[in-house]
C-alpha cells in the first residue's frame, strides 16, 4: 500500500512516516501542499494523509483540488486547529476523515485501515479483516485461505459487521439490514446467527463481541487486530 | 438670573452620551416655554381686532354728541336751506364728552362738519368728503401725516338742519395694541425666555452632574481596579446604575480570579508531565553528545513506553484545558445551541471507548432510551467522555461500566448517566471531586483532577449540574446529569 504524506512539520512528519512504514505502508512524504499535487498527477497513491496548515495552500484546499481533479483515493485530514473541528466534521470538502493533532499512533493506524477497507471494497468487492477474506462479487469467504461456508443470514450479518468495523454494529440496525429475508425476526435470532458466525470465526482469531445494550463488533486477535485495540 | 452655564469640556466618548442628554433636555424645555409665549401673542393680537371693533363704536357712539353741538345763533334765520347758503354763519358748542374727545389725543383727533351737498362747514382740511346715503354710518381708514385715522361719517339732524358729521381718531386700535403686544408681551416673553433658557442649561448642567461625576469616576479607574465604586456618594437617581455596575465589577473580579488561578494551576499541572519527558530526552541528549553523528544510541523497550505515555498524559490535559476554557468561554451562550440526541451521544461515545474498556476487561455497556436535549453537542460528548474515561480508568479490571439515557416523557427532563462498580467516592469527597485539580488522596493512575470538574463546568454551561451517588448496591459511582425539559 502507498500513501502519500503532506505534512510541513518534520517531527511529526517524521514520526507517522516511522510509523506508517514500521506497519508495513510504502510513504511518500511532501511538505508542501504544491509539491503534493505534482506527485498526485505523476503517481498513484492508495491515499493520503494531509496536514491542515501548509505552506503554499493549506490541505483544505488541497482536498478540494483533489476531488475537482477527480482523484478517488481516501483522503484523512489532521489538524491542531480545534476551531475546525466543526467544518472538518461536516467533511463536505470531500475528505474522507480527520483526527485533532497531536494523536495517537494506533488510532491513525486504525482509521487508515478502515478507510482502506471502504475504498477497496468500492472497488473491489473484497472487503478483508485480518485473516477473513469476503469477496461479494464471488459470494466467497475465505479464512485463511480455506474456505467457509455461511448461510444467507449469516452472510448479511457478517457483511455489515465487516462494512461497519472497527465501528460496532447497533443490534437493531443488523435487525434492519435482515428484514429483507425475514419478515418477523427477533433479536433472539441474531443472537443465533451471532454464535454461529462466532464458531466459524473464532479458530481463525476473529471475535465477535456483544457489546451490552448496544450490539456487535468484530475484532481480531492476532497482531493487526491488537493494534486496533491497543 | 445667572447666564447658561457653559458646559465644562470632557474628554471621553460618554461626553456625547451626556451632551446628548442635556442638549435633549434642552430642547424640550425650551420648546415648551417657547411654545407658551407664541400662544400668548397670539391671543393678544386676537385681543387687538376686539379693540378696534371697540373704537369704532366709540367713535359712533360720539356722533350723536357732536349733533347737539352744531348750534345756530339766535340771530340769523334758522332755515337749513340758508345755512347751506350762507356757510360760516355756524356755531359749533362742543358737548363735554368731545371736547374730551379732541383734548384726550391732541393731534390725533378731528371732527368735522358737511352739508348734504358734501360742502365743508368745519372741520381740517384733509378729511375726506363722505356722502351716505342713508342714516347708517360709514367707517373709513384715512393716512394723514403718517398716521392712520379711522374716520366715521354719519348724516344726522341737528339744530341746523340734516347734515354729515365726521369724527377721526389717530390713534388706531390695531397700531396701538400690536405696539402693546410687542411691548407688553413678546419683549417680556423674550427676556423670560432668554433668562429660562440660561437658568435651565445651569439647572441641567446641575442634574446631570451625577452622571457626568460617575462617568469620571469611572474613565480614571485602572482597568485593573474593579473595586466597587461608593453607593453612599452617590444620588438616588443613580444608584441603580451605581448598583449594577457594581454587580458587573463584582463578576468580573471573580472571574479573572479564577482565571488567574486556573492559569496558575494549569501551568504547575503541565510541568509534571513535561519534567518527566525532559528527564528522559535530556539524558538521551548527555549520551548522543559524547557520540559520532552516525552512531546508535540504543534504548529499553519500556524507556520508550514510558516516554509515550508521559506524552499522552501530556497531551490529554492540553485537551482537558481546552475544554475547560471552551466550556468557561460558553458559560451565557444559548444562541449556538441545537437539539442533541442523548441516544446518538451514548452510542458515538461507546464506539470511543470499546478499545480502551477492553484492554483493562471492563464491559462497557449501554443503556439507552430515545432521549433529547438542547444543547451544545459537541460540549455534552466531552462530558461524556470525561465521566466515561474516569469510570474505566478507576473501575478494576473485570468490572463493568454502563452508560444510560433516558427521558421521563415527552415533556420530563432528559438525563444522561454513568455508572461503574469500582471503589467510588465518598460521600465527604463528592463536592470536592468537582474542583479543577482536585484529585482524591490515595487515588493511583495518570490522572490530573479535570475529568470531573471538566463535566461538572460543561453541566454548568447547560444549567445543571452533576449528580453524584453511589452505584447499584451501594458499590461504586453513578454520575447524573438531567437537563431541563425541552419545550416542544
Not at chain 2, 458646559?7 to 411654545?35: F, K, Y
Not at chain 2, 384715512?142 to 339744530?159: K, L, M, N, S, Y
Not at chain 2, 444522561?416 to 469500582?422: A, K, M, W
Request: hydrophobic share 45%; aromatic share 4%; net charge negative.
Amino acid at each position: 500500500m502507498r500513501l502519500l504524506l503532506v505534512e510541513d512539520d518534520v517531527m511529526v512528519a517524521s514520526g507517522i512516516k516511522l510509523g506508517l512504514t514500521d506497519a508495513g505502508y510504502t510513504v511518500d512524504w511532501v511538505g508542501s501542499a504544491e509539491r503534493a499535487e505534482q506527485v498526485l498527477e505523476r503517481e498513484a497513491f492508495d491515499a493520503a494523509i494531509l496536514d491542515i496548515g501548509l505552506p503554499g495552500g493549506d490541505g483544505l484546499a488541497l482536498t478540494r483540488h483533489i476531488r475537482a481533479r477527480g482523484f478517488a483515493l481516501p483522503v484523512l485530514i489532521l489538524t491542531a486547529r480545534d476551531a475546525l473541528h466543526d467544518r472538518v466534521q461536516g467533511l463536505d470538502l470531500g475528505a474522507d476523515d480527520y483526527m485533532v493533532k497531536p494523536y495517537e499512533l494506533p488510532e491513525l493506524l486504525a482509521r487508515l485501515r478502515a478507510l482502506l477497507r471502504r475504498s477497496q471494497a468500492a472497488t473491489s468487492a473484497v472487503l478483508s479483516f485480518g485473516a477473513l477474506e469476503m469477496d461479494t462479487a464471488h459470494r466467497r469467504v475465505t479464512l485463511a485461505g480455506q474456505l467457509v461456508e455461511l448461510g444467507p443470514r449469516e452472510w448479511t450479518v457478517l457483511e455489515y459487521m465487516l462494512m461497519q468495523t472497527p465501528k460496532p454494529v447497533a443490534k437493531d440496525k443488523l435487525l434492519a439490514a435482515l428484514t429483507g429475508w425475514d419478515k418477523e425476526i427477533t433479536p433472539n435470532a441474531i443472537e443465533v446467527y451471532v454464535s454461529r458466525l462466532r464458531a466459524k470465526l473464532e479458530p481463525a482469531g476473529i471475535a465477535v463481541r456483544a457489546i451490552r445494550g448496544f450490539g456487535y463488533r468484530l475484532e481480531c486477535a492476532d497482531a493487526a487486530g491488537r493494534a486496533d485495540a491497543a | 438670573m445667572p447666564p447658561a452655564a457653559p458646559t465644562p469640556p470632557e474628554p471621553g466618548a460618554s461626553r456625547d452620551m451626556i451632551g446628548g442628554l442635556r442638549r435633549r433636555l434642552m430642547v424640550m424645555l425650551l420648546a415648551t416655554i417657547a411654545l407658551i409665549g407664541a400662544v400668548t401673542v397670539a391671543f393678544h393680537y386676537q385681543a387687538a381686532g376686539t379693540a378696534a371693533l371697540q373704537q369704532d363704536q366709540r367713535l359712533l357712539r360720539l356722533v350723536p354728541m357732536l349733533a347737539d353741538s352744531v348750534l345756530v345763533p339766535r340771530d340769523a334765520p334758522s332755515v337749513a336751506g340758508d345755512l347751506a347758503r350762507e356757510a360760516p354763519s355756524l356755531t359749533l358748542l362742543m358737548a363735554p364728552p368731545i371736547q374730551e374727545f379732541l383734548a384726550d389725543r391732541e393731534g390725533h383727533t378731528a371732527v368735522g362738519v358737511f352739508n348734504a351737498q358734501g360742502e365743508r362747514l368745519f372741520g381740517a382740511e384733509w378729511l375726506p368728503v363722505l356722502l351716505p346715503t342713508t342714516d347708517a354710518p360709514e367707517f373709513v381708514s384715512v393716512v394723514e401725516g403718517g398716521v392712520t385715522h379711522r374716520v366715521v361719517a354719519q348724516r344726522a339732524a341737528t339744530e341746523a338742519g340734516e347734515l354729515i358729521l365726521m369724527l377721526a381718531d389717530g390713534s388706531d386700535a390695531r397700531q396701538h395694541w400690536l405696539r402693546n403686544v410687542l411691548l407688553r408681551v413678546l419683549l417680556p416673553n423674550l427676556a423670560l425666555f432668554a433668562v429660562a433658557a440660561g437658568v435651565l442649561g445651569w439647572g441641567v448642567t446641575r442634574a446631570l452632574r451625577p452622571l457626568t461625576d460617575l462617568k469620571q469616576a469611572v474613565e480614571r479607574r485602572s482597568p485593573r481596579d474593579l473595586s466597587p465604586i461608593d453607593e453612599r456618594q452617590t444620588p438616588a437617581e443613580v444608584r441603580p446604575l451605581v448598583d449594577a455596575l457594581n454587580r458587573l465589577f463584582a463578576r468580573v473580579n471573580e472571574q479573572s480570579d479564577t482565571q488567574r488561578r486556573f492559569v496558575a494551576d494549569a501551568a504547575h499541572q503541565l510541568r509534571t508531565p513535561l519534567a518527566g519527558l525532559q528527564a528522559q530526552v535530556e539524558a538521551w541528549a548527555q549520551a548522543a553528545r559524547s557520540m559520532g553523528a552516525g552512531d546508535l544510541l540504543s534504548l529499553r523497550a519500556e524507556q520508550v513506553l514510558r516516554l509515550r505515555d508521559a506524552t499522552r498524559n501530556t497531551t490529554q490535559l492540553a485537551n482537558q484545558l481546552l475544554a475547560l476554557s471552551r466550556a468557561d468561554a460558553l458559560r451565557d451562550d444559548d444562541a449556538t445551541r441545537e437539539t442533541v440526541d442523548l441516544a446518538d451521544l451514548c452510542e458515538t461515545v461507546l464506539a470511543h471507548f470499546l478499545d480502551a474498556a477492553s484492554a483493562r476487561r471492563i464491559d462497557l455497556g449501554l443503556e439507552a432510551a430515545p432521549a433529547r436535549t438542547e444543547g451544545h453537542a459537541w460540549l455534552l460528548r466531552e462530558l461524556l467522555i470525561n465521566l466515561v474515561d474516569n469510570a474505566i480508568k478507576y473501575t478494576p479490571g473485570g468490572g463493568a461500566v454502563t452508560l444510560r439515557c433516558g427521558q421521563g416523557g415527552a415533556h420530563a427532563s432528559p438525563w444522561i448517566e454513568v455508572e461503574d462498580d469500582g471503589p467510588g467516592i465518598a460521600p465527604a469527597e463528592r463536592e470536592r471531586v468537582l474542583q479543577r485539580f482536585y484529585r482524591v488522596p490515595g487515588t493511583g493512575g495518570s490522572g490530573h483532577g479535570l475529568g470531573l470538574a471538566i463535566a461538572d463546568g460543561i453541566a454548568r454551561v447547560h444549567r445543571t449540574q452533576l449528580q453524584l451517588d453511589a452505584g447499584a448496591l451501594g458499590r461504586g459511582l453513578r454520575v447524573r446529569v438531567a437537563f431541563d425539559a425541552v419545550a416542544h
